[in-house]
Nanobody
């Protein structure tokens, strides 16, 4: 019905950069907020950054000034530019989107499959 497909994870040294992408596809008539979450081993999933349809953003304090979220609405894609990466940024990063689906009255939240980001010291 709806798929969120992430790409761009990998292994990088501390201080390096990565750019994550997440593309939504399926029977979609609209997308609201799109964002990124992460989950490190033994920890709860946490918000990294989120952007509304009209461009308002919210970032976790731990990534402010280092990460930048952006989106391309016609492409139904959200990006996360991650600079000055630290070992503590190591986690599986998940894309999330609030999606309006044709034939379904209420909007629903969908998750991507996750992409591993590993930052070595």
């Amino acid at each position: 019905q709806v798929q969120l497909v992430e790409s761009g994870g990998g292994l990088v040294q501390a201080g390096g950069s990565l750019r994550l992408s997440c593309a939504a596809s399926g029977n979609i008539f609209g997308i609201g907020a799109m964002g990124w979450y992460r989950q490190a081993p033994g920890k709860q999933r946490e918000l990294v950054a989120v952007m509304t349809f009209d461009g308002r953003t919210n970032y976790a304090d731990s990534v402010k000034g280092r990460f930048t979220i952006s989106r391309d609405n016609p492409k139904k894609t959200v990006y996360l530019q991650m600079d000055s990466l630290k070992p503590e940024d190591t986690a599986v990063y998940y894309c999330n989107a609030d999606v309006g689906v044709h034939g379904i009255a209420s909007w629903s939240g969908f998750w991507g499959q996750g992409t591993q980001v590993t930052v070595s010291s």
